[in-house]
């Protein structure tokens, strides 16, 4: 019966472990976009509040960025930018949170 137990709290820690995982905000600190990008000072790359500002009204803006995002590539005059490796649903959550900062 104690196996039993076990196994089933198993279960469940296996079920229920990439709920907490894998967020919007887990995926920018563990991509590391930190390192260029911050919520609101210009670094090497700019601040998420200065893109959220430049497609301020623009409604192709998520699709826009969501496509840079998921496919690397160019993004203005810079190099390639770095591909986000995550679902779909996770980049347009990172895509929000960028959209939304100020
Ligand atoms: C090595 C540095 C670097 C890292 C790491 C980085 N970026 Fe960037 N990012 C840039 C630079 C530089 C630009 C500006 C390019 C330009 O506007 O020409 C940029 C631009 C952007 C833009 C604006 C795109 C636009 O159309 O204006 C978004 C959104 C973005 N990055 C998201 C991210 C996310 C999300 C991550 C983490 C997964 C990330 N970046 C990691 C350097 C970086």
């Known amino acids: ?20 995982a894998g967020s919007a905000e887990d995926i920018i600190a563990k991509e590391k976009c930190n390192k260029c990008h911050t919520a609101t000072t210009t670094k090497k790359a700019p601040s998420w509040a200065s893109v959220a500002e430049k497609y301020k009204g623009n409604a192709a803006a998520p699709d826009k960025l969501f496509n840079e995002l998921k496919n690397g590539g160019k993004i203005g005059d810079e190099d390639d930018h770095k591909k986000v490796v995550a679902s779909d649903a996770d980049i347009k959550a990172i895509v929000q949170i960028v959209l939304s900062s100020k």
């Open 1 to 20: 019966m104690k196996l039993l137990y076990a196994v089933a709290a198993l279960a469940v820690v296996a079920i229920s472990g990439p709920a907490f």
